[in-house]
């Protein structure tokens, strides 16, 4: 049984499918499975925004795979670490959270790196196209701890 990781953001496509290939090329698949998803619906089963394909591409990674989904209550069942990019993520996935132990597998995903700051991933759709650089340069760090610390608890 893989270890199962979910990324969350508003709209499953700019910053947690950048999130999920990022990480995902981090970790041996065997092990791990990586995934994300939106707290919002609206861009169910489209493909992640070009801006993030490209940047992804860019760095040698094809996301263009990715479709976006909305986040689920079971999915506090399906997977063992939630990681969000925003307080406003967090506040809308913990709200569905159906106990506490389903709450503790929730992280705002800076807080790997920088421990109880709740610093957030900047939502970069709305933005200039080099949000989409330090987007991914954010996640890229990030995940390196991530991946650290998921390859020394679980193999
Ligand atoms: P994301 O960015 O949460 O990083 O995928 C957004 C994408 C779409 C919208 C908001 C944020 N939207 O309002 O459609």
Same mark, same amino acid.
């Given at each position: 049984?893989?270890?199962?990781?979910?990324? %969350?953001?508003?709209?499953?496509?700019?910053?947690?499918?950048?999130?999920?290939?990022?990480?995902? $090329?981090?970790?041996?698949?065997?092990?791990?499975?990586?995934?994300?998803?939106?707290?919002?619906?609206?861009?169910?089963?489209?493909?992640?925004?070009?801006?993030?394909?490209?940047?992804?591409?860019?760095?040698?990674?094809?996301?263009?795979?990715?479709?976006?989904?909305?986040?689920?209550?079971?999915?506090?069942?399906?997977?063992?670490?939630?990681?969000?990019?925003?307080?406003?993520?967090?506040?809308?996935?913990?709200?569905?959270?159906?106990?506490?132990?389903?709450?503790?597998?929730? $992280?705002?995903?800076?807080?790997? $790196?920088?421990?109880?700051?709740?610093?957030?991933?900047?939502?970069?759709?709305?933005?200039?196209?080099?949000?989409?650089? $330090?987007?991914?340069?954010?996640?890229?760090? %990030?995940?390196? %701890?991530?991946?650290?610390?998921?390859?020394?608890?679980?193999?």
């Amino acid at each position: 049984m893989p270890v199962k990781i979910l990324m %969350v953001c508003l709209g499953n496509i700019c910053r947690s499918p950048l999130a999920e290939g990022i990480l995902q $090329s981090k970790l041996p698949s065997e092990l791990f499975l990586v995934d994300s998803a939106g707290t919002g619906g609206w861009h169910a089963g489209e493909q992640p925004d070009k801006r993030s394909i490209v940047t992804a591409k860019n760095r040698g990674l094809d996301i263009s795979k990715q479709r976006a989904r909305q986040f689920k209550k079971s999915d506090f069942d399906s997977f063992d670490y939630i990681y969000v990019m925003d307080r406003s993520n967090y506040q809308n996935v913990i709200a569905l959270a159906p106990n506490e132990l389903a709450k503790e597998k929730v $992280s705002i995903i800076l807080n790997e $790196s920088f421990p109880t700051q709740n610093l957030e991933v900047p939502d970069p759709y709305y933005g200039e196209p080099d949000g989409f650089e $330090s987007v991914f340069d954010l996640l890229d760090n %990030v995940c390196n %701890v991530i991946a650290e610390k998921l390859k020394s608890k679980h193999q």
